[in-house]
Structures are given as C-alpha cells and as structure tokens.
C-alpha cells in the first residue's frame, strides 16, 4: 500500500510510533494526527516525558525492574518480604503480578528460553537468580513464568539448577479462571485444573 505524501519530519514520527507494539502503520498514523491537531499543548508535554524517562530510567542491578533508583523502589521498600521472590519474565508480569497483593520481592529473567529464538539460559538473568537463592534471607522462589511451552521449560530448567539450594520452589496455579465457564476453557486449562484439583 502506497505511503500517503508527507514532510520528512512527519513520516520519521509515524514510523518511530509504527515501531511501538499494538501499532502498525495505520495506527501510527492516526497518532501522528491526533498530535498534531492538538499542537504543542500534548506534543510539548509527551517530548518532555520520553525525554526524562530516557535520562532517569534505568535497570534494578538487583532485580531487573524498572526505575529510576537503583535498587529499585521494590528492592528498598523494608514492608517488602525479603524471604519470597517472584520470579517472571518481564517488567510487564511484574507490573501484573502489583495488582495483586503480594508483598514479597521480583525477579525478571528479561524473556524465556527459546532454542528456537536462540536465546540460552547465559542470555537471562539466571545467574544473578542462583545468586539470590543462596542469600541467607531467602526461602521460596515463585515461578511466575507463562503458562506457553518456552515459559515452562524455563520453569523446569530454572527448578533443576536451585534444587541443591535448599529454598522452596513453587509455581502459580494453572486452571479455571474466576468467573469462568468449562465450556469456554481449551482443552490445556481444563487439563491443569483437573491436575491441581483441591479439597472442597
């Protein structure tokens, strides 16, 4: 499909937006629009923003997390239980896992393994993981990985290298939403219910 004739400065932001996910072309463009018939009362603000946020936001050397102090404002906090750490896959599970109201401590990983993507366990943060599980204070690791197959082997390979660590591994329940229906469940969901069935 032919790009519409735009100046240089205009076609340079739809594509840097177009790069976003959730945003193709077609969405980048209605963006690009919305800005720039609202001017510099929502342009001026949002280059502000990504300006700050590209200074200031940096990776916890702790955890992985997102923030502007490092460690982060989760590894700082002393209402946080140092002696359970959840550990996913990104930020975004994190930001997730917040809504919920667990008050232990994170771990990202950055991603899954993936042989098909290349990606090996050197590519994660697993080594810092293993770190973590030998701090005295340390006594259950959460798996919170995806419930895909990349996100399972993870899980498994992540359980076989803190087996001589003595701390508890445990994972997320797998099964029936709340609020869902049997007959809406794919057949993998039921399965893991019925496996992690419990008493009534």
């Known amino acids: 499909m032919p790009r519409p004739i735009v100046s240089p400065e205009i076609d340079g932001l739809i594509q840097q ?81 917040e809504r919920t109201a667990f008050k232990g401590r994170y771990h990202i990983l950055g991603g899954v393994l993936s042989a098909l993507d290349g990606v090996g366990p050197e590519d994660l943060n697993i080594a ?17 990985m995806n419930a895909t197959v990349d996100g399972q082997t993870t ?14 591994v445990t994972r997320l329940a797998h099964g029936v939403p709340v609020g869902g229906e049997l007959d809406y469940l794919d057949d993998g969901t039921l399965s893991a219910a019925m496996n992690a069935r419990l008493p009534f």
């Not at 404002?73 to 140092?82: G, L, N, V, Y």
């Not at 899980?155 to 508890?168: E, F, P, Q, S, W």
């Open 155 to 168: 899980a498994h390979y992540i359980t076989d290298r803190l087996h001589n660590t003595g701390v508890k």
């Open 17 to 97: 937006l177009a790069k976003l996910p959730g945003l193709g072309p077609r969405s980048a463009r209605r963006a690009v629009l919305h800005l720039l018939k609202k001017g510099p009362s929502v342009m001026e603000p949002l280059a502000r923003a990504l300006s700050e946020t590209a200074a200031t936001i940096r990776s916890c050397s702790i955890c992985g997390n997102l923030d502007s102090n490092d460690p982060c404002h989760i590894c700082t906090d002393p209402r946080r239980d140092p002696a359970i750490i959840c550990v996913v896959e990104d930020v975004s599970d994190l930001w997730a896992l």
């Open 128 to 144: 810092s993981l293993i770190e973590r599980a030998g701090l005295p204070e340390t006594q259950e690791m959460i798996l919170a």
